[in-house]
């Protein structure tokens, strides 16, 4: 089992640029696939970006692509979002989510295993 949490929301302004982590207790990151998703009020948990459990395939959602990567650090097991010309948009509660399955790709949120708690991005205009 593993823990996940995230951090490094907060307020910016469009155009702007912030980097998400999602920091894992319990196993190694490198262990699963993992995923990010968000959801802004009023909508359904949506898909953002996806590392595949070998960590050598990434995918977007074709709001993100090109102004999102996701990445990992196995040494200090945390997964990235580094998310640039951010748009008022993008504002939602961000989760982090992990998956012990080696399918790819993953994209849908019951493919996943276990979640973070979310953090709150906000992108004003």
């Known amino acids: 089992q593993v823990q996940l949490v995230e951090s490094g929301g907060g307020l910016v302004q469009a155009g702007g640029s912030l980097r998400l982590s999602c920091t894992a207790s319990g196993r190694t990151v490198s262990s699963y696939a993992m995923a990010w998703f968000r959801q802004a009020p009023g909508k359904e948990r949506e898909f953002v970006a996806a590392?595949?459990?070998?960590?050598?395939?990434?995918y977007y959602s074709d709001s993100v692509k090109g102004r999102f990567t996701i990445s990992r650090d196995s040494a200090k097991n945390t997964v990235y979002l580094q998310m640039n010309s951010l748009k008022p948009e993008d504002t939602a509660v961000y989760y982090c989510?992990?998956?012990?399955?080696?399918?790819?790709?993953?994209?849908?949120?019951?493919?996943?295993?276990?979640w973070g708690q979310g953090t709150q991005v906000t992108v004003s205009s």
């Open positions: 590392l595949s459990w070998s960590g050598l395939s990434t």
């Open positions: 989510a992990a998956s012990l399955s080696t399918r790819v790709p993953l994209r849908k949120a019951d493919e996943y295993d276990y």
